[in-house]
């Protein structure tokens, strides 16, 4: 199977997933300490990918979006952003709404002691 194919399935057998350095439990850089811790605060199930352990993947998540960073959120297949976008969208209340419109369980508690903290 090609990474291509691999991400393909991933992002569509998963609500949400997110590509990082590292893992859920122990990220590797900080911005995807950031998108990972968000995602855990606000009680998001997710499934991760480390890109690290995979050269083809950390590659092929880079074609697949069109996008040269890591991480990268999916949310019901679709790319939804790195570091910088979901921590605007959450700040925004924007990541809410998207979990909102496509059934996903998070914490709006949770999202909103987030936006406390950084308003």
């Known amino acids: 199977m090609t990474a291509e194919n691999t991400i393909k399935t991933t992002v569509t057998d998963n609500d949400v997933v997110l590509y990082m350095k590292g893992t859920k439990e ?32 950390r590659q092929g998540i880079k074609d697949y979006s069109d996008w040269p960073t890591i991480p990268q959120l999916y949310v019901k297949g679709e790319f939804v952003g790195g570091c910088d976008i979901i921590t605007e969208m959450t700040l925004s209340g924007e990541l809410d709404q998207l979990f909102e419109t496509n059934g996903i369980t998070y914490s709006k508690d949770a999202a909103e002691k987030i936006r406390e903290a950084n308003g």
């Open 26 to 57: 122990m990220p590797q850089c900080g911005f995807s300490s950031r998108v990972a811790g968000v995602l855990n605060f606000m009680g998001v199930e997710f499934q991760d990918v480390n890109v690290l352990a995979d050269e083809t993947i």
